[in-house]
């Protein structure tokens, strides 16, 4: 693959990967950094639950490597409780919160509830006062948005589909933007499967057929259970690497 790919993990701080994947001795103050020696990039998810302090965002950014990406998962203020209505002080205090990250930001994502159909004027809307050159990358978690009609809109906008993987429902391989973003959540079982190195694969072709023409490729592994997420992002890894 020509393109720059990044592939991490759905967050890092998990206490059940001590000794599966970080030393029994490590201090967690230091997990970040040796997270880095084996992955360019991770996802922030607990930035969906809360908005981190500009002290976290900054000790990110300066106990990481200088080439490495932050995804930010945006809050649910946003997504869930203020559904996309009303946003623009949410958006504009998160976002800026965000950018301490500085070159390391990498794309924004927007998951939106299970619950929440489909709303072309609503998305649009939206969409219209994000601010321009960044990465937006929008989860849709209703059947109903998953339809050309809404990746146009998208695309209008140079905006990211994030496709994903999980049990309950499917989602197209589609890139909207100049870039596209995976997140594998588990094939069999939401969080906790594993990705068999069969079925990993299989997505590598996919994956490269879906970059083609595309700037970059961010890949996710959100089964964190039993550290499965190092595990496949390691052998995906692996395999994109070979296509080099």
Request: aromatic letters at 16%; proline letters at 4%.
């Amino acid at each position: 693959m020509s393109l720059p790919y990044y592939i991490g993990t759905s967050g890092w701080h998990y206490e059940h990967w001590r000794n599966r994947f970080y030393p029994e001795q490590l201090t967690k103050a230091k997990w970040l950094e040796f997270y880095a020696t084996h992955f360019a990039t991770v996802e922030l998810n607990n930035s969906f639950y809360h908005l981190p302090s500009e002290t976290a965002f900054a000790n990110w950014r300066d106990s990481s490597p200088a080439n490495f990406i932050f995804a930010v998962k945006v809050s649910r203020f946003i997504t869930h409780i203020k559904r996309l209505k009303n946003t623009e002080e949410a958006v504009d205090k998160f976002i800026t919160r965000a950018k301490i990250l500085d070159q390391k930001l990498g794309p924004l994502l927007y998951q939106l509830p299970p619950n929440m159909h489909r709303n072309d004027d609503l998305l649009e809307s939206f969409l219209s006062t994000l601010p321009q050159g960044m990465k937006h990358v929008f989860e849709f978690r209703h059947q109903s948005w998953l339809e050309e009609k809404v990746f146009d809109i998208l695309r209008k906008y140079n905006m990211g589909l994030c496709v994903f993987d999980m049990p309950s429902i499917s989602c197209p391989l589609v890139a909207t933007a100049d870039f596209a973003y995976v997140r594998f959540h588990g094939s069999t079982g939401l969080y906790f499967s594993c990705y068999s190195d069969e079925e990993l694969a299989d997505w590598v072709k996919r994956l490269a057929d879906l970059a083609s023409n595309l700037k970059a490729l961010y890949i996710y592994f959100n089964n964190d259970s039993e550290a499965f997420a190092v595990r496949n992002a390691l052998t995906l890894g692996n395999y994109l690497q070979r296509l080099k």
